[in-house]
Nanobody, 125 residues
């Protein structure tokens, strides 16, 4: 069983940056591919970014390419999402997730085994 706790969300203005962190406990995150998803009010949860267990491969949804960067530090059991040039449409609850498909970068939420509770990101215009 993996426990995931996100932090780093907040209220920012358009154009600002935030870095989200996801810390794992009970098991090493090095056994898992990791992903970030987001869900805005009234919307379905959507894929944002994913990274393989080695960190060698990453994947992003088109709307965040060039603005967001996913990374991981397995020694710290932590995954990050650096978000730059934030836009109001990035407003959502952001959740990290762990997938046993450790060599891939899954985009479908049903391929993830463990989820955090989420952290709110609000971007004002």
């Amino acid at each position: 069983q993996v426990q995931l706790v996100e932090s780093g969300g907040g209220l920012v203005q358009a154009g600002d940056s935030l870095r989200l962190s996801c810390v794992g406990s009970r098991r090493t995150l090095g056994d898992y591919a990791m992903g970030w998803f987001r869900q805005a009010p009234g919307m379905r949860r959507e894929f944002v970014a994913a990274i393989t267990w080695t960190g060698d491969n990453t994947d992003y949804t088109d709307s965040v390419k060039g603005r967001f960067t996913i990374s991981r530090d397995n020694a710290k059991n932590t995954v990050y999402l650096q978000m730059n040039s934030l836009k109001p449409e990035d407003t959502a609850v952001y959740s990290c997730a762990a997938s046993a498909r450790s060599y891939s970068t899954p985009q479908s939420d049903y391929l993830y085994n463990y989820w955090g509770q989420g952290t709110q990101v609000t971007v004002s215009s």
